[in-house]
C-alpha cells in the first residue's frame, strides 16, 4: 500500500512529519523538538502512539448521520481518507496536514476564511450554492459526534446545523430549552440555538448554532486537558482536570462555578451526554493560554430524547450519566456551589409544553410528562439544597 508524506501544521507552523497510507491511516510520525508545546494536548502521555490516536480520533465518526453512505458514494474507504483528503482541517483549532511537496499556506486553506462545500446533513443538495460546491475542502470530515450534523455557510456566517437520532425533534427542542434556560439565568457563557427546517427530513425541525472559535480562540476539550497529564490513581478525572486548570493558570473559582453551572443545568434538564468531549475550554491562538470555561453547548442529550420515559420518581433517580460520574446524585456531589443555577429563574412549565408542542409528532401524553418531570427535577434541586 503506498504512502504520501505531510506536515502537520498548526497554521503557518510546521510541527510534525507524518506518514499516511493511501487509506488516510497515519504510519509513522516524528515531532520537531522545538514543536512540543504546539502538539495536540490529547493523549501526550501515550509518546509512541500519540499523534496516531490523535489523528484518528479526529476523523468523522463512520456512524454518524449518512457519513457511511456519503463515503461509500465517493469511493472513500475510511473516515481517515475523508480527513486525509480535507487536509485534516477543522472548525474548532488550526491544525492541518500540508503535504510534504506542495507549498500551501495557513490563509490559502483555513476555512474560517475560505469558503467550504458538502453540506452532508442534506446531502445530495442539488440547490447547493454553486460557489461554495467548487470549495475544495470541507470541515465536515472532523466534525465529532454521533448525531447527523453539517457545517454550513449562511450569510457569511459559519453555522453548526444539527438534525435529531429519530423522526422526533426532541434534541433540537432540547438546545432551545437549554437556551432559553441561560438566557433567562443571564448566563452569557452559552451557545444559543434556534429551531430551523431541514429539507427532506422526517422529523420537523434540526437546529443551528453560530461557530463559538475563531481565527484567535480555539477549543479545547476537557478529555483533552485530562489526558495531556498523567493521572494519579488517587484523584477522580474531575479533581485531575481541576489541577490541570490550575497548572494552566486558570482561575480555579471560575472553572468550578462554570462546571457547577453545567451540571445543575444538566440536572433541571436530565442531561444524560455531558460527556467530556463536550464540556470544553477556550485557548488563545497565539499565547496558547486556556482562558476559561467554552460556552455551554450540545445539550440535546437530555429529557429523555430516544430513551423510555420514567413513570415514577424511583425510575427519574437511576438516570446515567457520562463525563464525571455514572449517575445524577453522584454528578451533584461535585458540585461546590449548590446556588449556581437560580431555581427562581427558570422557564415555566408551560413554556416546556409549548417547545415541545412545536414537534407534530409528539403525543400530547409524552408533552405533559416531560413538562411533569422538569417541575420535578427543579423540586428535587431544591431539596437537595437543603440538605447540603
Known amino acids: 500500500m503506498s504512502s504520501k508524506d505531510f506536515i502537520l501544521m498548526r497554521k503557518d507552523e510546521g510541527i510534525a512529519v507524518c506518514k499516511l497510507n493511501e487509506n488516510g491511516h497515519m504510519i509513522k510520525f516524528s515531532i ?15 509518546r509512541q502512539e500519540w499523534l496516531k490516536l490523535w489523528w484518528k480520533d479526529r476523523a468523522v465518526p463512520i456512524k454518524q448521520g449518512r457519513i457511511a453512505k456519503f463515503l461509500s458514494a465517493k469511493g472513500i474507504m475510511l473516515p481517515e481518507e475523508y480527513l486525509m483528503n480535507n487536509l485534516g482541517l ?12 506542495v507549498d500551501l499556506k495557513w490563509k490559502d486553506v483555513n476555512l474560517f476564511d475560505n469558503k467550504f462545500t458538502e453540506n452532508v446533513l442534506i446531502w445530495p443538495d442539488e440547490d447547493e450554492d454553486e460557489e461554495n460546491r467548487e470549495a475544495q475542502y470541507s470541515p465536515n470530515s472532523s466534525l465529532q459526534g454521533q448525531l447527523e450534523k453539517t457545517w454550513t455557510i449562511i450569510d457569511g456566517e459559519r453555522y453548526l446545523i444539527k438534525g435529531n437520532h429519530s423522526n422526533l425533534s426532541t434534541e433540537s427542542i432540547n438546545e432551545v430549552v437549554a437556551t432559553a434556560i441561560n438566557e433567562e439565568q443571564d448566563h452569557t457563557n452559552h451557545v444559543k440555538y434556534s429551531l430551523v427546517h431541514i429539507n427532506g427530513k422526517e422529523y420537523d425541525y434540526g437546529c ?7 481565527q484567535n480562540k480555539e477549543l479545547v476539550s476537557a478529555y483533552a486537558l485530562i489526558s495531556s497529564r498523567k493521572k494519579s ?14 497548572d494552566y493558570g486558570m482561575n480555579i473559582g471560575e472553572v468550578r462555578e462554570d ?22 475550554f477556550l485557548r488563545n491562538a497565539d499565547t496558547l493560554r486556556i482562558e476559561r470555561v467554552a460556552p455551554v453547548y450540545d445539550c440535546g442529550g437530555a429529557m429523555y430524547a430516544g430513551m423510555r420515559i420514567p413513570q ?19 454528578m451533584l456531589k461535585l458540585v461546590n456551589n449548590p446556588w449556581a443555577l437560580d431555581t427562581g429563574k427558570l422557564p415555566s412549565t408551560t413554556f416546556i409544553k409549548e417547545m415541545y408542542s412545536k414537534d407534530s409528532q409528539m403525543n400530547d401524553r409524552d408533552i405533559d410528562r416531560l413538562a411533569s418531570i422538569y417541575a420535578k427535577k ?3 434541586l431544591e431539596k437537595w439544597r437543603k440538605s447540603v
Not at 443551528?208 to 475563531?214: A, F, G, I, V, W
Not at 420518581?313 to 446524585?329: P, V, Y
Request: glycine fraction near 4%; charged fraction near 25%; aromatic fraction near 8%.
Open 32 to 46: 520537531k523538538d522545538d514543536a512540543i508545546e504546539l502538539l495536540p494536548l490529547e493523549d501526550r502521555n501515550n
Open 90 to 101: 477543522s472548525l474548532t483549532d488550526y491544525y492541518w496536514i500540508r503535504p510534504m511537496d
Open 208 to 214: 443551528s448554532s453560530r461557530l463559538m472559535t475563531s
Open 233 to 246: 490513581n488517587d484523584i477522580s478525572n474531575f479533581q485531575h482536570l481541576l489541577n490541570v486548570c490550575e
Open 259 to 280: 462546571l457547577d453551572y453545567q451540571i445543575l443545568l444538566d440536572f433541571v434538564m436530565s442531561g444524560y451526554d455531558r460527556h467530556l468531549n463536550n464540556i470544553a
Open 312 to 330: 415514577d420518581n424511583k425510575e427519574l433517580i437511576g438516570l446515567k450519566t457520562n463525563g464525571f460520574a455514572a449517575n445524577e446524585q453522584k
Open 378 to 380: 427543579i423540586d428535587m
